[in-house]
């Protein structure tokens, strides 16, 4: 009986991220996510263009990089904010 009202107090004190300290604002996701995203591209771009000695291939691949791993960084970071293993 007290087991079932401390975890039912501590799931209703952590419905979202705006009442949990320790969450981040998907706003600071996105940042993070564009930021990360500069770094991947770079590295990407170089392996490409040593791989391939062509700067517009090179560019073409770390251009799709950007973008569809930009969306899973984000999503991957909502989804781990959500759990609350480790925090």
Same mark, same amino acid.
């Given at each position: 009986?007290?087991?079932?009202?401390?975890?039912?107090?501590?799931?209703?004190?952590?419905?979202?991220?705006?009442?949990d300290k320790k969450s981040e604002k998907p706003i600071r996701s996105i940042a993070k996510a564009i930021s990360w995203r500069v770094i991947g591209t !770079?590295?990407?771009?170089?392996? #490409?263009?040593? *791989?391939?000695? +062509?700067?517009? !291939?090179?560019?073409?691949?770390? #251009?799709?990089? *950007?973008?569809? +791993?930009?969306? !899973?960084?984000?999503?991957?970071?909502?989804?781990?904010?959500?759990?609350?293993?480790?925090?």
């Open positions: 009986m007290i087991a079932d009202q401390l975890i039912l107090d501590k799931k209703s004190t952590k419905s979202n991220y705006k009442e !770079l590295d990407t771009l170089l392996v #490409s263009y040593l *791989f391939t000695g +062509k700067v517009v !291939l090179a560019a073409s691949i770390a #251009s799709i990089d *950007f973008v569809t +791993k930009m969306f !899973l960084y984000f999503f991957h970071e909502r989804i781990w904010n959500r759990i609350g293993w480790g925090k």
